[in-house]
């Protein structure tokens, strides 16, 4: 790899020190008891409610449906998404010094295979919250499930719920965008 190449994959890798300052995730959700609206960030370390008690808010609604609470502590990968981010920040710049394109080929896909991982899993956890529901909430609609999509809007119930990339995702898709370039552009 040249020193232009070079150069674009270490602002590549610190690029990916921003998602430790932005959400990866947002989820918003308006309700006639909400007109305001409410909604939850999820960041790479993690889940806050937008606003001060939305996530309070937001557990409370999903109790008298009988979705578990969502409890930040208790999900396990925003403890490890911060090695991961730290991994490929590290061994970016390992690789923007090195200057292999072997390398830098290996970082892309695996930057890809771990995007892949993480909106899968994103999938299973939204998944476990919206179909394995309390038999003792206060309201069951037989049939009912409460998953909220992945992205785009659904309506749930009187809650019209709304899930999109956050900041953080669009600074990893353009850092994984420049490492890239960097490995198109050494040929």
Request: proline share 5%; glycine share 10%.
């Amino acid at each position: 790899m040249k020193i232009k190449e070079k150069v674009i994959m270490a602002v590549a890798s610190l690029l990916l020190g921003l998602v430790f300052l932005f959400p990866i995730w947002t989820i918003d959700m308006d309700a006639p008891q909400y007109p305001e609206g409410i909604g939850m960030e999820i960041s790479i370390n993690k889940i806050e409610g937008k606003n001060k008690n939305d996530l309070q808010n937001i557990n409370g609604l999903n109790h008298y449906i009988g979705m578990k609470e969502i409890n930040p502590e208790s999900i396990p990968e925003l403890k490890i998404m911060p090695y991961i981010f730290g991994f490929l920040i590290v061994s970016g710049l390992g690789i923007a010094i090195w200057g292999n394109r072997t390398a830098l080929l290996i970082w892309i896909i695996l930057f890809i295979l771990l995007a892949i991982a993480g909106l899968v899993d994103f999938y299973l956890w939204s998944y476990d919250y919206g179909h394995n529901l309390s038999e003792d909430a206060a309201i069951v609609v037989p049939g009912m499930t409460y998953q909220p999509p992945i992205i785009g809007t659904k309506q749930l119930l009187n809650i019209t719920a709304s899930s999109w990339p956050g900041i953080g995702f669009y600074i990893s898709l353009v850092s994984m965008g420049l490492g890239s370039y960097a490995f198109w552009s050494s040929k």
